[in-house]
């Protein structure tokens, strides 16, 4: 296994590593409190410093899960870097339970903090732009949870270029700390944020990502390629959009495609297709989800094989894909 490899968040000084592990579906929900320790243990071990969660996963139960495996490996506390993450509740049905008012945004982090038994988050994220709250109140409320300590950095996930430039735009009027990182969905069947929306954002404010569901919630491990397999996420039970969302006539064929150069170049489908992740400069780190040990280990050989991921090879993979997104022409 390759050495980990570090860089800063965006243009903080936050030193991340490029690859991360987070919990959604998986801890407090698919898997046992004893599988989300081992896949802890293999990523620490392995120089993963970054965990990822949020307030809606297993309603709450990802975040104690996690607490609790933190408290018993008593890793010393200024070697990871937890995030949280605030928008949409633990499944309260009240309106003041959800969103980014400064109500929510205050309770929610007392409450993570609480579940996750810390004394503080090192980055809260935003978890979707919400449209009822003035930008300008969710900044002065991360900017006073940072002030008070229970926050070391924030961010947000899923918000446009343009939310995300006027977050900033307020808080360096107003001498507010603003956000360093966006967490949006990339992978080879998604990439027209991290690729063209916002390519000018990197350059004028720094902006980092930590990118989510690089295989496409396992599409791109290439097991869904011949027939359905069994005890996979993309056949639980309520979960038919995100099966729907992902598995298309389309899709499966390029990933047979993709299955075959992977083998050809010595790499198995997931492995390349976290590599291809980690091949853009602008993805600061890619959190890998697993179910299993055995996933999480094969992923990590994504950080060797970015040297197999060639001038041609990539062009090989655009061929397959057919999806580049393309910049405005001015
Ligand atoms: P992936 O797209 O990598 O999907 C992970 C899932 O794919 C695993 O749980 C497993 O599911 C399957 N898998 C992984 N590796 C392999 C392998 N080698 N072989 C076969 N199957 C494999 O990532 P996630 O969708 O889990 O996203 C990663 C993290 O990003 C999340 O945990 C969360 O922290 C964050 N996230 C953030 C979001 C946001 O809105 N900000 C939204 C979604 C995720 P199975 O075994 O069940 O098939």
Redo the contacts with the bound molecule.
Sequence with gaps: MSEMQYNNLGKSGLQISRLS??????FGK?IGDDVAERLMDIAYENGINFF???EI?ARGESERVMGRILKKKSWIRDSYIVSG?VFFGTGGQMPTQKGLSRKHIFEGCHQALERFQLDYLDLF?C??PDKKTPIEETVWAMHQLFMQGKILYWGT??WSAQEIMEAHMFAKQNHLIGPIVE?P?Y?MFCRHKVEVEFSQVYKTVGLGTTI???????L??G?YNEQF?T????G?EGLEWLKDKNITAEKIESTKKLTELANEIGL?L??MS?AWCLKNPNVSTV??????E???T??LKALAAQDKLTSDVLERIELILGNKPVHPAF
């Design positions: 592990l987070g919990s959604w579906l998986t698919q990822d969660n949020a996963y993450k994220l978890h979707r996930s899923e967490q969905e992978n989510w569901s690089p295989l496409a919630s396992g791109l491990s097991k397999p005890d996979t996420r993309l639980i198995s997931p492995v976290i959190i890998l989800g697993a179910s299993k055995a996933q999480l094969e992923n």
